[in-house]
């Protein structure tokens, strides 16, 4: 061959190995030099290093380390891992180092000149060809008893005609030291080396035999039953010694138990297949640790245990009453459940006691052969039938069992979880919650699989097993904070579980086996509807928890909270009495929330306040009423809204809702000097900036129907909603911002102890929009009683105690002139007109309209 010239190639230093040509081997890299050599390679177009042993197994590598014959190699695949790369090496020919050189990056390389082979003078030399043929039969051999397929190792030596590199393909795979291996990959007579790799794989061929015969000896002496005896003995007396006890036992008692559970056919099959596994294994083995420990998980599971319920109702109600105040559709729905239980268990027992009826018919004595053929395929179908009608029964029956799928959605702190657990204990069933807030991984609900390392079942089949029964009250808490990573999507796993047509047949991945859960009872909660997926929330029962009102909360802290509080502060009631108007201040000075939390902790605060005089002897009792309040807790630190102290010209007051509660609003509106621009301040959202442009446009068209100089129109009107660090946004604002900008430009003044809320059009009818209750509870805590409502959410005020509506007076309007002529001083509307004072219909222009009542 003509000489190639030398070239630059990066150096892959390997550590106990060695790559010959012709040989594929994968390695590992993770030395930063050698991953930017590899780096340097992959730009090349060839991807050519060049692998070279070390002399000393060492992880610095220099160029004295490295021995300078070696084997050109391409690169053929690259995987990155956590801890470097596994890649590929090919192996092509061989290559020796010139010079040993630092690149810039900081690899090693060198000057590579490639070495050939010396091949024999005479290859059709009698001794050669029969060294060379000899060597193949050895080869061939020392695979097939190495455990390779003889196809596979007469395919592979097929395929390879050139002695040198046969020579190089069995050197590659002989078990011999990385120093005889350098040798061969030195020796570059291919007669020499034949010659060489034929002596080692004779040693390899003695050493297998060796092996085999002493394997047989022992065999022979001892036998598989003798054998298997001589080796538990010995395990057997190891244990005593070292008093771990009888391994044997252990087993045996895990078995019964396994036996014992009444677990479905392919449940029982796995079982079944493992404990075989288990008693094959020795007793200190990984993968029997491993085994024993998804067996135990399987033992503890409860597959047929159940809680005796309380069907009771008059006592489950009254559990459910004394634990939480009010949340009358919760304790009806869940009382409606027991009574749907109770009929269908009595059912059950009425069927038990009725006698089956006979299905035996009379038939004649004799009957010839067709017509007794004919009868008993009859029977046959009618068999048939009554089984199919009996199993569609015996599945209908399985439906009415199924329990709820109960979503509890509301602000934080109105008694979501706690009402959970008080619905366990109404119904005398086992309590379990597990929260999934921030959960991001499908094996959080499903387990893992058990071939990977430290596997362990779902939190679902955790919550069952520390349940020990099969229907638990089972609450997921925070459901709509469930997130998502590239592990999977939990929200997704639910799916199954949250689906009473599926979950009879939850299989966790750990598990492996189906696990009913059709008779758990699921209680679901949430702070944001949104937040949850469509599906998910189609599976649903949802329940709607809204805010407390003061007498709510008032009713519940005295009947709750402070009794609490009290015994966790060491007091009695004699010791500290919170009076009705002390409590009062606290709730409205000192909480804003729509639930208990806040109230609760600063009910605590008070108590430790007094507790503290009390120890220090400073008083023996305390009465907290409004003027002791402040002097305990503070000043006050919220600041509500309350109702404006007389008309003005451009106020007018709305209402709103936030998870926190309802509350009211000023809207602000001012005319000035201007090109008639629409100004809007107050941190408003797109929404709401579109209902003020909505009223202005209204405004405009009607100016003379509501009294407006059209003048007016060229100044610019200023809208502001307070306070300006608030975000607002939502349609509800709509009439308060008409009645405020129609108010300004008018001069006309808005009463200032009405409140109003709903969403406007351009041709003025008002809208229905949410939250009724809790904008209406905002105003009566502010001080307003009377309130405008869209004609469509009269029903709403359903939703309301006795004692507030008895103390408000209600509105509800369809168009916007009804409003104006409420929330405006002096001012009325007849006939789709707006009067003020004594001015009659025929005299004012009506507003228009376009559309019919």
Request: aromatic fraction near 4%.
């Amino acid at each position: 061959m003509p000489d190639i010239d030398p070239q630059v190639l990066p150096i892959v230093p390997l550590r106990e190995l060695l790559l010959f040509p012709g040989v594929t081997m994968p390695i590992a890299a993770g030395r930063p030099a050698t991953l930017k050599a590899l780096e340097a390679a992959k730009r090349q177009d060839e991807s050519l290093v060049l692998a070279v042993a070390q002399r000393q197994n060492t992880s610095d590598v220099t160029a004295d380390s490295l021995h300078l014959m070696g084997t050109i190699a391409r690169i053929d695949h690259v995987q990155r891992t956590l801890s470097g790369v596994q890649l590929l090496l090919h192996g092509t020919q061989r290559g020796i180092a010139m010079r040993y050189e630092k690149s810039p990056e900081g690899y090693l390389q060198a000057i590579v000149r490639v070495v050939d082979d010396m091949q024999p003078a005479n290859p059709d030399d009698a001794a050669f060809v029969a060294l060379y043929r000899e060597a193949r039969m050895r080869a061939a051999e020392l695979g097939q008893k190495a455990g390779l397929a003889e196809d596979a190792v007469q395919q592979v030596l097929a395929g390879i005609q050139n002695p040198g590199r046969l020579a190089d393909l069995v050197a590659g795979f002989i078990d011999i030291p990385i120093a005889q291996r350098q040798e061969l990959l030195e020796t570059l007579s291919v007669e020499e080396r034949l010659r060489k790799v034929l002596i080692h794989v004779q040693r390899q061929l003695e050493i297998v035999d060796a092996q085999a015969d002493l394997k047989s000896k022992v065999q022979e002496e001892l036998g598989d039953r003798q054998k298997e005896f001589f080796l538990r003995e010995q395990l057997r007396t190891i244990q005593k010694e070292l008093d771990e006890g009888d391994g044997d036992d252990d087993l045996a008692e895990l078995s019964a138990k396994l036996e014992a559970l009444d677990l479905p056919p392919e449940g029982r099959k796995e079982v079944d297949r493992e404990l075989r596994r288990l008693s094959r294994f020795g007793r200190e083995a990984m993968e029997a640790q491993v085994v024993r420990t998804y067996l135990e998980t399987v033992a503890e599971l409860p597959w047929s245990e159940r809680t005796d319920e309380r069907l009771d109702q008059p006592e489950a109600s009254r559990i459910l009453d004394e634990d939480h105040y009010g949340l009358d559709e919760v304790k009806d729905r869940i009382l409606e459940f027991l009574a749907v239980h109770q009929l269908r268990l009595e059912t059950e027992e009425r069927r038990k006691d009725e006698p089956e009826a006979s299905s035996d018919a009379a038939v004649p004595d004799v009957v010839s052969p067709d017509v007794a053929t004919e009868a008993a395929s009859s029977l046959a179908v009618l068999e048939d039938a009554q089984a199919s009608a009996a199993a569609d029964s015996s599945h209908q029956d399985e439906g009415i069992a199924k329990a709820p799928i109960l979503l509890f959605v509301g602000p934080p702190g109105v008694g979501k979880t706690s009402l959970a657990k008080s619905i366990a204990r109404a119904m005398g069933r086992k309590y379990v919650r597990i929260s999934l807030g921030g959960a991001r991984d499908e094996a959080d609900i499903r387990g893992h699989r058990r071939t990977y390392v430290g596997a362990m079942p779902g939190r679902i089949i955790k919550g069952m097993k520390q349940a020990g029964t099969k229907n638990p009250v089972f609450l997921l808490d925070e459901i709509d904070k469930l997130g998502m990573s590239y592990q999977g999507d939990p929200a997704s796993a639910l799916l199954e579980v949250l689906d009473p047509a599926q979950n009879d047949s939850f299989t966790d991945h750990y598990l492996g086996i189906p696990y009913d859960l059709s008779e758990v009872l699921f209680v679901c909660t949430a702070n944001f509807l949104q937040n949850i997926p469509g599906p998910l929330l189609d599976r649903m029962e949802m329940i709607e928890f809204s805010g407390y009102t003061e007498g709510e909360k008032l009713a519940i802290a005295a009947q709750y909270l402070i009794p609490r509080q009290l015994r966790r502060n060491g007091l009695t009631a004699d010791q500290m009495d919170l009076t009705e108007s002390g409590l009062a201040k606290v709730i409205s000075e000192h909480t804003r929330e729509a639930g208990l939390r806040q109230l609760e902790r600063e009910i605590g605060r008070l108590a430790r306040k007094v507790a503290r005089k009390i120890a220090a002897r400073e008083i023996e009792s305390m009465q907290v009423d409004a003027d002791n309040v402040s002097k305990l807790l503070g000043r006050p630190k919220v600041h509500p809204e309350k109702m404006a102290q007389k008309d003005q010209v451009g106020v007018a007051t709305g209402m709103y809702y936030t998870p926190a509660g309802g509350d009211i609003m000023f809207v602000e509106a001012t005319t000035m000097p201007g090109k008639g621009e629409l100004v809007l301040t107050g941190q408003l959202g797109d929404v709401m900036k579109e209902s003020a442009r909505a009223a202005w446009s209204y405004a405009r068209s009607n100016a003379a129907a509501l009294h407006i100089d059209p003048e007016g129109f060229d100044r610019d009107l200023h809208i502001h909603v307070p306070a300006g660090a608030i975000p607002k946004d939502g349609p509800s604002a709509g009439v308060t911002l008409a009645t405020a900008l129609v108010s300004s430009l008018s001069g006309r003044p808005a009463r200032h102890d009405l409140a109003m809320t709903g969403e406007i059009t351009l041709n003025g009818r008002v809208l229905p929009i949410g939250g009724v209750k809790e904008k209406i509870l905002g105003g009566v805590r502010a001080g307003i009683r009377r309130f405008i409502l869209p004609q469509d959410n009269h029903r709403d005020l359903e939703d309301l105690p006795t004692e507030v509506l008895d103390m408000i007076e209600v509105t509800p309007v369809r168009e916007l002139g009804e409003v104006l002529a409420l929330a405006l001083c002096d001012a009325s509307y007849r006939d789709g007109r707006l009067l003020f004072g004594d001015q009659r219909p025929e005299d004012v222009a009506p507003l228009s309209s376009n559309f019919e009542h």
